[in-house]
């Protein structure tokens, strides 16, 4: 499986449009390190102080996500990018250059022979400055290609670790896209030993399948848009790496789930409409299986739930599905607690001794829980939304371990006021999806033991690994 690194470049492009003031750029800013994605690529600075006070802002509240400075093509503007951006956890220089014969002649009054010059010596300087330096090839689709492979190659060889290739006009279809990608990595051995971007637009909509081609010629890196145009949807590329990821051997570090959450508070906050695509739905329990149905009929909704099952384990789940399904048809939503029940059941590396929940109107929600590991036990305490929420950052916080939450519910199993709740967690961790279930008359601890249960089995294949 490739891990996908995403680099959003919805600052950059809002600053040409004028789009954003302060305040929403920062909260996109934030949103974007909130949702883990691996960059976020500013605005070239210009001579006004805002701009470096802007960067310079950003650099004390992000804290997970790189930030990625471009340094134009003078050394004075490279010195004063780096200082904008040097306090931040994961600065990164960026050195954009054009490399068509129109673009280097009318807009950076270069001949080619210069340009070569300059991106050598931005690059190093660059490196001198910051450890993690990108070369970005503006124009790369409507250079000539022996001079693209040249100014790639100087661009390594100064110290750039990572590449990025642009189809900025639009003029190459998905699979031309993925084949121009291939042809460079045949004449650019070196493309190999760096980190490789793709930047596609969109003005066809076709950018997302542009930049599965390119991962697939074997770029790792995708630049994306949470809101605007211009590039790939950030929405629309996760999603595709949702349903298709595991046959595409791709997976994300985004959190998908909080992105759409992000996604629907941006609108409030901004009061317009950031048009993504729409979240994968929730299984739809109009959709029922019952004991006529096939070994394969049942993979088939096994897999649209999002899981990959082995032979023994689909087995495990089609005995347990022909048990139910012998009283009543069987919903989607009761076939994924059959999967989380059933499927890859592992010794418990994560065993819960105690908790205690402390809630209520006015107090802040604590979470106070003890884990056995190895025989030792650990006592954590944490703070959250709710008792569930609280509980899940308590187990986080012992574990030292976290995944995104892909789907948790509860649904009653008996009926009265001593109900019984069976608790449905998610977990996905690269690209792969982990359930675990929970039963007890009490929700809280049916979450925390159907968390536990999914969290087990990660551990479980990551030592096996």
Same mark, same amino acid.
């Given at each position: 499986?490739?891990?996908?690194? *995403?680099?959003?470049?919805?600052?950059?492009?809002?600053?040409?449009?004028? +789009?954003?003031?302060?305040?929403?750029?920062?909260?996109?800013?934030?949103?974007?390190?909130?949702?883990?994605?691996?960059?976020?690529?500013?605005?070239?600075?210009?001579?006004?102080?805002?701009?470096?006070?802007?960067?310079?802002?950003?650099?004390?509240?992000?804290?997970?996500?790189?930030?990625? +400075?471009?340094?134009?093509?003078?050394?004075?503007?490279?010195?004063?990018?780096?200082?904008?951006?040097?306090?931040?956890?994961? %600065?990164?220089?960026? @050195?954009?250059?054009?490399?068509? =014969?129109?673009?280097?002649?009318? *807009?950076?009054?270069?001949?080619?022979?210069?340009?070569?010059?300059?991106?050598?010596? +931005?690059?190093?300087?660059?490196?001198?400055?910051?450890?993690?330096?990108?070369?970005?090839?503006?124009?790369?689709?409507?250079?000539?290609?022996?001079?693209?492979?040249?100014?790639?190659?100087?661009? *390594?060889?100064?110290?750039?670790?990572?590449? =990025?290739?642009?189809?900025?006009?639009?003029?190459?279809? %998905?699979?031309?896209?993925?084949?121009?990608?291939?042809?460079?990595?045949?004449?650019?051995?070196?493309?190999?030993?760096?980190?490789? !971007?793709?930047?596609?637009?969109?003005?066809?909509?076709?950018?997302?399948?542009?930049?599965?081609?390119?991962?697939?010629?074997?770029? =790792?890196?995708?630049?994306?848009?949470?809101?605007?145009?211009?590039?790939?949807?950030?929405?629309?590329?996760?999603?595709?790496?949702?349903?298709?990821?595991?046959?595409?051997?791709?997976?994300?570090?985004?959190?998908?789930?909080?992105?759409?959450?992000?996604?629907?508070?941006?609108?409030?906050?901004?009061?317009?409409?950031?048009?993504?695509?729409?979240?994968?739905?929730?299984?739809?329990?109009?959709?029922?299986?019952?004991?006529?149905?096939?070994?394969?009929?049942?993979?088939?909704?096994?897999?649209?739930?999002?899981?990959?099952?082995?032979?023994?384990?689909?087995?495990? @789940?089609?005995?347990?599905?022909?048990?139910?399904?012998?009283?009543?048809?069987?919903?989607?939503?009761?076939?994924?607690?059959?999967?989380?029940?059933?499927?890859?059941?592992?010794?418990?590396?994560?065993?819960?001794?105690?908790?205690?929940?402390?809630?209520?109107?006015?107090?802040?929600?604590?979470?106070?829980?003890?884990?056995?590991?190895?025989?030792?036990? +650990?006592?954590?305490?944490?703070?959250?939304?709710?008792?569930?929420?609280?509980?899940?950052?308590?187990?986080?916080?012992?574990?030292?371990?976290?995944?995104?939450?892909?789907?948790?519910? *509860?649904?009653?199993?008996?009926?009265? !006021?001593?109900?019984?709740?069976?608790?449905?967690?998610?977990?996905?961790?690269?690209?792969?999806?982990?359930?675990?279930?929970?039963?007890?008359?009490?929700?809280?601890?049916?979450?925390?033991?159907?968390?536990?249960?999914?969290?087990?089995?990660?551990?479980?294949?990551?030592?096996?690994?």
């Amino acid at each position: 499986m490739k891990k996908i690194s *995403i680099t959003d470049i919805t600052l950059r492009r809002a600053a040409e449009g004028g +789009q954003l003031g302060f305040k929403e750029k920062l909260e996109v800013a934030k949103a974007l390190d909130k949702i883990n994605v691996s960059a976020i690529e500013l605005p070239p600075l210009t001579e006004n102080k805002a701009d470096s006070v802007f960067v310079k802002t950003l650099a004390s509240l992000i804290h997970n996500t790189a930030l990625a +400075q471009p340094v134009g093509l003078t050394a004075d503007s490279a010195r004063r990018a780096w200082e904008a951006v040097c306090k931040a956890d994961r %600065p990164r220089l960026i @050195v954009d250059a054009p490399v068509s =014969s129109v673009q280097m002649e009318y *807009i950076a009054r270069k001949k080619p022979e210069a340009m070569l010059e300059t991106i050598k010596d +931005q690059v190093s300087l660059c490196v001198s400055m910051c450890p993690d330096v990108e070369f970005c090839a503006t124009d790369a689709s409507r250079a000539e290609r022996d001079y693209l492979c040249q100014a790639i190659r100087a661009a *390594i060889q100064a110290g750039a670790g990572s590449v =990025s290739i642009c189809d900025t006009a639009g003029i190459l279809l %998905p699979e031309e896209f993925g084949a121009f990608l291939k042809e460079l990595y045949e004449k650019i051995p070196e493309l190999r030993d760096v980190f490789v !971007k793709v930047v596609c637009d969109d003005a066809l909509e076709l950018a997302g399948a542009s930049a599965v081609q390119a991962l697939g010629a074997g770029a =790792s890196g995708v630049k994306t848009c949470l809101m605007g145009t211009g590039a790939p949807k950030l929405r629309t590329l996760c999603g595709i790496v949702q349903h298709r990821g595991e046959s595409l051997g791709l997976f994300t570090a985004v959190k998908i789930t909080e992105l759409d959450r992000t996604l629907q508070r941006l609108n409030r906050f901004m009061g317009v409409e950031i048009k993504e695509a729409a979240a994968p739905a929730a299984p739809d329990d109009s959709v029922t299986y019952d004991s006529q149905d096939s070994i394969a009929a049942v993979a088939e909704g096994v897999k649209a739930l999002g899981y990959d099952l082995s032979e023994d384990d689909l087995a495990k @789940v089609y005995e347990e599905f022909l048990r139910l399904a012998a009283r009543k048809p069987v919903s989607r939503r009761e076939l994924d607690a059959i999967v989380a029940a059933s499927a890859m059941q592992v010794p418990a590396a994560y065993a819960l001794e105690s908790y205690v929940i402390n809630s209520g109107n006015i107090i802040t929600t604590t979470a106070c829980l003890k884990l056995r590991h190895q025989e030792e036990s +650990q006592e954590v305490i944490s703070t959250g939304d709710g008792p569930i929420d609280a509980a899940f950052k308590a187990m986080e916080s012992a574990t030292g371990r976290h995944y995104e939450l892909e789907d948790f519910h *509860i649904d009653a199993v008996t009926e009265g !006021k001593e109900a019984i709740g069976r608790a449905i967690v998610r977990l996905r961790s690269e690209g792969r999806l982990y359930s675990g279930s929970g039963v007890s008359t009490d929700i809280v601890s049916a979450a925390i033991r159907a968390y536990l249960g999914a969290l087990n089995k990660i551990v479980y294949e990551e030592n096996e690994a």
